[in-house]
Every structure is written in structure tokens, then in C-alpha cells.
């Protein structure tokens, strides 16, 4: 591809998601929409969607930033949902919707059939995180579908392996496809145990954050490179080192968290925005070369597919919600109690997404009927952003969820702070004891200041406003805070156009006020 092309694909890509966020509409949504417009605007070239681009390009930094921003403690808490969700239903996805597909397809074998069902099989991950963040849905219910979108794909495409080559008749028989499927999972999982460690141990000890996150963008395609080359799992090589680092992501220099944090979101934003771009953007692909399945017939297996789908997802989290629970006691007691509005809303949440044409994309042009597999493919996937997006922000509303307490949280992040404030409180009048330690007194009293205002700054957020601006204690402060260090860079500014000091000064001065700014910011809204 041509550079003007790509980088008119990410624009526009980032503009409409700019957009986006000044609307009622889902990121996902509108880029689809875009797409779907702009593929048939005079003088917009052709994207086609290349699988060897996207998955082992675009899929493992997309993986890697929402593993690492996912909790592990809360995965290994929700585990058994978490496995029925990512092993269990995309297994049972690939069986329902290659079955449908069988009997509604006149010509079409049951094998690629399955190869289809393989395809269609997993939602989304970056569907599935970017719209739960956007409708703030409850904790558990949001844990389940990362998790579960963290998983499926690895799952998926082992699947789509094992029904392909039953579909090109080099099948090894069940035995055959039990083993490669232990094989990619098993060897994904252990690569990345493999590589987890090393790795973080790199992380502490570059204390230089320019190559800490050339190392940090390097990881994902490492993890999932190593994996691939022994005919592993990269998508779990790359899940299972994520999540160690994100855990442990504590023990690397602050600076590097900082500048990583940042990277990464531009990181994901851009890729976010692009990945849906590109699936509106190849309708033009998909529908060329139909034939024989143009017109209302291919629109009748579209539908049925897509109703199999929905229907399936249904059928399978019900049951694997409540029946686990009437079977084990051990399960009831460890998990906490649900109602039907939990599993509504994760077989609604059940959006298809670009993994899903990547992978339909790397099917062998020797596959029969393979453009119609593409076709039915693409319409699921838009089915599925279209129908189940957008109306998936009313359904939680009608059935009134609880939404997140943010009194309880905000009081027992005060709760934590102020403990932690109480040992550091004790460490600093341990260290000024010390004769090596020894300070002007404002300089140690600046120290109790600031351990003081951070003590209560979490506090704050629990008072009342202020009846005159609305505002609470802690908005007025960061503005007024904000305004004090803007006073500071305008005089700075003026001192180096009248020559009283340089740029590289300038840029010094300008930076440690940044830093100021970001703490008082981060502390504040924490």
C-alpha cells in the first residue's frame, strides 16, 4: 500500500472517533458506518484486508494493551465463566452456526461449513472493552467479557485450523484436532510463562524510559511471534505475558509508567479506530464474485446465519450461568449470587469483529464457495456491531442494572490513602531522624505538606460543592492549581522572547511545570 492511503486511513480513522466521543454513538459504530460510506466515494482506494497484516500485526499490541489493563485478580476470581465463555461457547458457536449453515446453504459441505462456524465464532475484543467502557457496566459483567475476548480468538483460530484442513481433506481425525488443539493452547499458555519472567526483569532494570518502551512495543509482537514459531497459541503467549506485567507493573520506574501509559493509549485509540474502519471499508471485496448466491438468496443466509448466532450465544450462557450453580454447592458459595439481567446482557454483548474477517480473509482460495464465506462473515460481523451496539445501551437501561457505587469506592480509595499516608508518615520521621537524612526544617515540613494534602485529597471528593460554581473542593483546587502554573509558563514564555533565557531552558522549565500539573491532575481526580 501506498503511504498517502495509509495515512489518510488513520486520519480519518482517528477523526471520526474524535467524533465519536461527542456523541451518543459507540466509537465501533460510527467508524463502521464511515467505512461502509467511504468504500464507494469516487477516488477512496481499496483496502483490502490482508490476515497477514492483521493478525500478526495488529492483533497482538490490541491484545497486549487490554490484557495489561485488565485485572489479574479478578480473571483468576471469575475463571470459570471466563473458560465457558472463551473455550466453551466458541466451541459450541463453531458447531451451531457450521450446522446451520449445512442445512441452509444448498451445495455447501458440512466441513466448510464448520470452517465458517470457526470464523464467525468469536466476539470481538476491542468490540466487546471499548463499548463496556463506554456504558460503564457493572464490574463483573465488564471483567467477563474482557476476559473472555482476551481468550476466544486463540480458541477460534484453532478451531478455523483444525475445521480447514478437514475442509481440504488432510484431516487427521478427531485424535489429530484434540492434539493441535492442546498444542496451541497448552504451548501458548507456556511460552508465555516462558517469557514473562525475563521480560519483566528487563523492564526493572532499564532505568532509560526511551528504550523501556521500544521494549514494551516490542513485546506483544515478540510474545506472539515465539509462540507462533513453535505452531503455538500467540494470541495466549501474548495474553498470559500482559497480564504478568500489568500485575507487576508496580515495580517498574514511574517514569516509565508514565510515558508507557501514554504510548499505549495513542497506541490503541489509533489501532481501535483503524480495525473498524477496515471493516466497513471491505464491502466493495466482499461482494465481489458471488455468483450464484447474489440477490435474496444470499440475503436469506445472511439473516439465518446471523439469527443462528444470536440464538446460539443465547442457548449457551444461560445454561452455562445457572446450571453450574444448581449442580455445585462449592460454586455458590464462592461466587456471588445473579439474576437473568447478567446473562441477557452478556448474550446480547456477543458483537463480531475484525479477528472474524482476518481470519475469513486467510481462507484458501481452493476452499469452495469461499467468497460466500466472506460474504456471510461480513454481514455477521456488521449484524452484530449494527443491532446488538446499538441497541445494547437501551437494554442495560431498561433492565436497571445497579451501576458502580462511586461513593463506596471513592471512600475505600480514602480508606486505603490514608493508610498508606500513616506508613509513610512513619517513614519519613524514621529517615529525618537519621543525621544523613538532615533537612531545613521548611523543607521537611514541605514533605508533611504534600503527604498531608494527598491524605486528603480523596476526602475531598466525598464533601459538598460549592453552591456558587457547582463545583467541589477538589475541582476548585485543580483549577486554581491550573491557573497558578499557567501564570508561571506565561512569564517563562516571556522571559525567553526577551532573550533573559533559552529554549533549552525553556523547555526545562516548561517540563518540571508539566510534571507538577500531571500530579496535581492524578492526585486529584484519582
Known amino acids: 500500500m501506498e503511504v498517502l492511503p495509509l495515512v489518510a486511513l488513520v486520519a480519518g480513522s482517528a477523526a471520526v472517533a474524535g467524533l465519536a466521543r461527542r456523541t451518543p454513538v459507540p466509537a465501533p459504530l460510527l467508524l463502521v458506518a464511515a467505512g461502509l460510506i467511504a468504500a464507494y466515494i469516487p477516488g477512496v482506494p481499496s483496502y483490502a484486508l490482508d490476515p497477514h497484516i492483521v493478525l500478526p500485526l495488529l492483533l497482538p499490541p490490541l491484545l497486549h494493551t487490554a490484557a495489561v489493563d485488565s485485572s489479574y485478580l479478578d480473571l483468576r476470581a471469575n ?11 466458541v466451541l459450541f458457536a463453531t458447531l451451531a452456526v457450521g450446522y446451520a449453515a449445512y442445512l441452509v446453504v444448498p451445495g455447501l459441505s458440512l466441513p466448510v461449513a464448520l470452517v465458517l462456524g470457526a470464523v464467525i465464532a468469536p466476539p470481538d475484543a476491542v468490540a466487546a472493552t471499548a463499548i463496556a467502557r463506554k456504558l460503564g457496566l457493572p464490574n463483573r459483567i465488564t471483567t467477563i467479557l474482557q476476559g473472555e475476548s482476551l481468550v476466544n480468538d486463540a480458541t477460534a483460530i484453532t478451531a478455523y485450523k483444525v475445521t480447514l484442513a478437514a475442509a481440504v481433506g488432510v484431516s487427521a481425525g478427531w485424535a489429530g484436532g484434540i492434539a493441535e488443539f492442546l498444542l496451541a493452547s497448552v504451548g501458548g499458555v507456556g511460552v508465555g510463562l516462558v517469557l514473562m519472567v525475563p521480560i519483566h526483569h528487563m523492564r526493572k532494570r532499564l532505568r532509560e524510559p526511551l528504550l523501556q518502551n521500544t521494549l514494551s512495543l516490542l513485546i506483544p509482537f515478540v510474545a506472539y511471534a515465539a509462540a507462533e514459531r513453535v505452531h503455538a497459541s500467540g494470541v495466549l503467549a501474548v495474553v498470559v505475558v500482559a497480564l504478568y506485567l500489568g ?86 458459595a464462592r461466587e456471588p449470587d445473579t439474576n437473568w439481567k447478567a446473562p441477557v446482557i452478556v448474550g446480547w454483548a456477543g458483537m463480531r469483529g475484525v479477528v472474524s474477517l482476518a481470519i475469513a480473509f486467510s481462507v484458501p482460495m481452493s476452499v469452495p464457495h469461499r467468497n460466500l464465506l466472506l460474504f456471510l462473515t461480513f454481514t455477521t460481523v456488521i449484524g452484530t456491531l449494527v443491532v446488538q451496539g446499538l441497541t445494547l445501551p437501551p437494554l442495560i437501561r431498561l433492565l436497571r442494572l445497579p451501576p458502580r457505587d462511586v461513593h463506596a469506592e471513592t471512600l475505600a480509595e480514602a480508606q486505603a490513602q490514608s493508610e498508606a499516608s500513616r506508613a509513610a508518615e512513619q517513614r519519613l520521621t524514621e529517615l529525618l531522624e537519621l543525621p544523613e537524612n538532615a533537612l531545613p526544617p521548611p523543607l521537611a515540613d514541605r514533605l508533611r505538606t504534600v503527604l498531608e494534602r494527598r491524605r486528603n ?70
Open 79 to 89: 475463571i470459570r465463566p471466563v473458560a465457558l465463555l472463551s473455550v466453551g461457547y
Open 247 to 332: 500485575h507487576r507493573n508496580w515495580q517498574v520506574d514511574f517514569a516509565t509508567r508514565l510515558q508507557e501509559e501514554a504510548v499505549w493509549k495513542m497506541v490503541a485509540f489509533i489501532l481501535e479506530s483503524v480495525v473498524f474502519a477496515l471493516i466497513g471499508l471491505q464491502l466493495p471485496v466482499v461482494l465481489k464474485g458471488l455468483g450464484e448466491y447474489e440477490g435474496l438468496h444470499a440475503a436469506w443466509y445472511a439473516l439465518a446465519v446471523f439469527l443462528t448466532v444470536v440464538v446460539a450465544r443465547f442457548l449457551w450462557v444461560f445454561p452455562a450461568t445457572f446450571l453450574p450453580r444448581v449442580l455445585s454447592e462449592r460454586i455458590r
Open 457 to 526: 485529597a480523596v476526602w475531598e471528593r466525598l464533601g459538598e460543592v460549592n453552591p456558587v460554581t457547582g463545583e467541589s473542593a477538589d475541582d476548585i483546587y485543580r483549577r486554581l492549581a491550573g491557573e497558578m502554573i499557567e501564570a508561571e509558563r506565561e512569564v517563562f514564555v516571556s522571559l525567553r522572547d526577551r532573550r533573559r533565557i533559552d529554549d533549552e531552558m525553556l523547555r526545562a522549565l516548561l517540563h518540571r511545570l508539566d510534571l507538577e500539573e500531571a500530579a496535581a491532575y492524578r492526585e486529584e481526580s484519582a
